[in-house]
């Protein structure tokens, strides 16, 4: 099971950062990817971590101002997020998944496992 946490409501420019959690597994044997669900809209990569953190790639949209990273001593992935736009308003999830993807190949179908999302919200 995963567990996406940290979500809330933030001014714009402000900042928030998401923690993703697993029970059950050892999250230091996957990859970590982050995903976000707009109302209306198709669920969307943001980022991506390989197991020991050191291939990582991110959606345009975040670059420069999203971070993702991860702790396997505390089995937990992280999702910095800096300069927040009222655009970025969605459903946050993690996912994990045995193998790192990165660019067109991260897509929802490439994880394997999903935690439940955290909201985030980010007023103007």
């Known amino acids: 099971q995963l567990q996406a946490s940290g979500g809330g409501l933030v001014q714009a420019g402000g900042s928030l950062r998401l923690s993703c959690t697993a029970s059950?597994?050892?999250?230091?044997?996957?990859?970590v990817g982050w995903f976000r669900q707009a109302p209306g809209k198709e669920r969307e990569f943001v980022a991506a971590?390989?197991?020991?953190?050191?291939?990582?790639d991110y959606a345009d949209f975040v670059k420069g101002r999203f971070t993702i990273s991860r702790d396997n001593a505390k089995n937990t992935a992280y999702l910095q997020m800096n300069s927040l736009k009222p655009e970025d308003t969605a459903l946050y999830y993690c996912?994990?998944?045995?193998?790192?993807?990165?660019?067109?190949?991260?897509?929802?179908?490439?994880?394997?496992?999903w935690g439940q999302g955290t909201q985030v919200t980010v007023s103007s």
């Open positions: 059950g597994r050892t999250l230091s044997s996957y990859a």
């Open positions: 996912a994990a998944d045995l193998d790192y993807c990165s660019g067109d190949g991260c897509s929802t179908s490439w994880y394997d496992y």
């Open positions: 971590i390989s197991l020991g953190g050191g291939s990582i």
